[in-house]
């Protein structure tokens, strides 16, 4: 399975997740877990990258 941001680089990545915990003016319940799901698949993602660059050295 693709990751969701396989074609972003690790900062790109970081600024899709501070953006989302930026944007406070989510209109309903439903809007606000939707962005926290994306938030949370974006972070994974980073933090896989960034422990395999670390274990790959």
Same mark, same amino acid.
């Given at each position: 399975?693709? @990751?969701?941001?396989?074609?972003?680089? !690790? @900062?790109?990545?970081? @600024? *899709?997740?501070?953006?989302? +915990?930026?944007?406070?003016?989510?209109?309903?319940?439903?809007? &606000?877990? *939707?962005l926290?799901?994306? &938030?949370?698949? *974006?972070?994974?993602?980073f933090? +896989?990258? !960034?422990?395999?660059?670390?274990?790959?050295?």
């Amino acid at each position: 399975m693709p @990751k969701l941001t396989s074609g972003l680089t !690790q @900062k790109e990545r970081l @600024k *899709v997740i501070q953006s989302i +915990d930026m944007i406070k003016s989510a209109q309903n319940a439903h809007e &606000r877990q *939707v962005l926290l799901r994306y &938030r949370n698949m *974006v972070a994974r993602e980073f933090h +896989d990258a !960034q422990s395999s660059a670390t274990i790959s050295g």
